[in-house]
């Protein structure tokens, strides 16, 4: 009993199956071409279905198992989908809908940062990698970036950097070395004043002299005039001292020369030479430099 009911059921639901297969509308497939389509409604259901599959298929490449053929079908299947979309994206700015590809995804690395990726034929996007497709061999080379080559700087650009805090000329800008040169500053000037007072004190007291033409003996004076008589017997030292110096660099013979008796025999012993080169024989010459060898002659 229970059999004919398991039928009778079956068969029911397939009855109830067809019945809403009837109902239903014949799938609508989506136009080849986004210039075929007139309504904005119609353009947006389209490209939201674009997105779907390039959502699933995206899903579908993050699996590294799939071989590399997979992946790169899949990959080409993305492209495709993407490009299509902004043929639907650019349809819809034409029948004065919004405007998406200002919110569109860029292309990152595998770091996560954006990558701009140019299109050599210059109409909608590059080509692009997406989830396990970057580790491809041949593809992880175009996300990896070149190591920077440090570059020599020339003298131009060495010559650029100097400015007015090379030479020093800003020290005095972060406020340390006014604080460290005060005292010194306040110390010099203050000694300054005190030698210019004095000078000018005994100025008045010559010129009060020299008015009532007398010798007058003015403390401060003395003590400078002695000063200077110092500074003087000084400066007398240190000149005798390089005189001294002076002498003593003296250009200094460190080999023996010469005297007249010895300068008048190489004159003699010259001219003999020559006389005897000039009259006597080679063979005379050779036998009496022989001669001079075996008696150990040097003249």
Excluded at 249 to 267: A, G, N, Q, S
Aim: proline residues 4%; aromatic residues 6%.
């Amino acid at each position: 009993m229970a059999r004919n009911e398991e039928k009778a059921q079956s068969m029911l639901n397939r009855f109830i199956t067809m019945k809403e297969e009837e109902k239903k509308k014949p799938k609508e497939r989506r136009p080849y071409l986004a210039s075929e389509c007139r309504d904005l409604a119609e353009a947006d259901k389209w490209r939201q279905q674009i997105m779907r599959e390039i959502g699933r298929k995206v899903t579908e490449i993050q699996n590294d198992g799939l071989g590399e053929h997979r992946l790169r079908d899949l990959n080409d299947e993305i492209n495709k989908l993407i490009r299509e979309k902004v043929h639907w994206e650019r349809r819809i700015i034409e029948l004065g809908g919004p405007n998406y590809t200002k919110y569109s995804a860029k292309m990152t690395d595998l770091d996560g940062n954006i990558v701009d990726v140019p299109n050599p034929g210059g109409r909608g996007p590059g080509y692009r990698y997406f989830g396990a497709a970057k580790k491809l061999p041949g593809v992880r080379e175009l996300f990896e970036k070149p190591p920077e080559l440090r570059k020599r700087r020339t003298r131009y650009d060495i010559y650029k950097r100097i400015d007015a805090s090379y030479y020093g000329y800003r020290d005095e800008e972060d406020g340390i070395l006014v604080k460290l040169e005060g005292p010194a500053e306040k110390k010099m000037r203050a000694a300054a004043v005190k030698e210019w007072m004095e000078m000018e004190e005994i100025k008045r007291e010559a010129k009060k002299a020299v008015k009532s033409g007398e010798v007058v003996e003015v403390g401060l004076g003395s003590k400078i005039l002695f000063e200077e008589e110092e500074d003087v017997i000084e400066e007398e030292r240190m000149e005798r001292e390089r005189e001294e110096k002076d002498r003593e660099k003296e250009y200094v013979v460190h080999v023996p020369l010469p005297d007249e008796k010895e300068i008048e025999r190489m004159v003699v012993e010259h001219k003999k030479m020559e006389l005897l080169s000039k009259y006597a024989s080679e063979d005379l010459m050779e036998e009496q430099m022989e001669a001079k060898a075996m008696l150990n002659i040097q003249r």
